[in-house]
């Protein structure tokens, strides 16, 4: 068993029974090919709970500031996350991403790129978009739902593939593409709320 699979299993164990998660949809997400997973961002345990609620291995973007730290830098290499530096085009994050996109494999993104203090979804930044223009990955919109305490259950619900044709078509920009994107993680969550 490598570190990613241990990690998952040990963070699956824990987090599933003490936030009450209940996964939605995850057979939207297919099990092979590039796949783009974009989520809303509610806390510091979002990428841990995608981690374990879907059936794929995810690479995921780590603020750089998390790299500084020995420890860290190794946990976080050794499970696949790699550093995005924030509040400017980072080409190395860029060409990493689209790396691990061209070798069929899953990237999670957080498009809102920080955290919401209220729970209310924001606006995602275009590097979402830039990263569904420039592959062929099939993108997952996830709207995690609840907050991280035992009162209430922890919804993580995996929309069906945003259809990138039209898109492409009409030749969106990475933000229109990310607002798309930000609009259907939003549906999600209303609908979940209802």
């Excluded at 998390?66 to 085009?89: C, D, H, T, V």
């Excluded at 860029?94 to 790129?113: Q, S």
């Excluded at 619900?157 to 229109?176: F, T």
């Amino acid at each position: 068993m490598n570190i990613y699979k241990f990690a998952r299993f040990v963070v699956a164990v824990i987090f599933k029974p003490l936030y009450r998660v209940k996964v939605e949809g995850a057979d939207n997400i297919p099990s092979k090919g590039p796949v783009i997973i974009c989520s809303n961002h509610i806390s510091n345990l979002d990428p841990p709970i995608v981690g374990i609620t879907n059936p794929r291995n995810i690479y995921f973007m780590a603020k750089e500031e998390l790299f500084e730290k020995k420890f860290l830098k190794i946990l976080l290499n050794s499970i696949q996350a790699f550093p995005i530096k924030r509040g400017m085009r980072d080409r190395n994050a860029l060409r990493k991403g689209l790396k691990v996109l061209n070798d069929g494999h899953a990237l999670g993104l957080f498009p809102e790129g920080t955290r919401s203090k209220t729970g209310e979804i924001g606006r995602g930044l275009a590097g979402a978009g830039f990263f569904a223009l420039r592959s062929d990955a099939v993108v997952i919109p996830c709207a995690i739902v609840g907050d991280y305490t035992r009162k209430t259950k922890l919804r993580v619900v995996y929309g069906k593939a945003i259809p990138m044709d039209n898109l492409r078509r009409e030749k969106k920009s990475p933000q229109e593409v990310t607002d798309v994107i930000m609009e259907e993680i939003k549906k999600i969550k209303e609908n979940a709320l209802i």
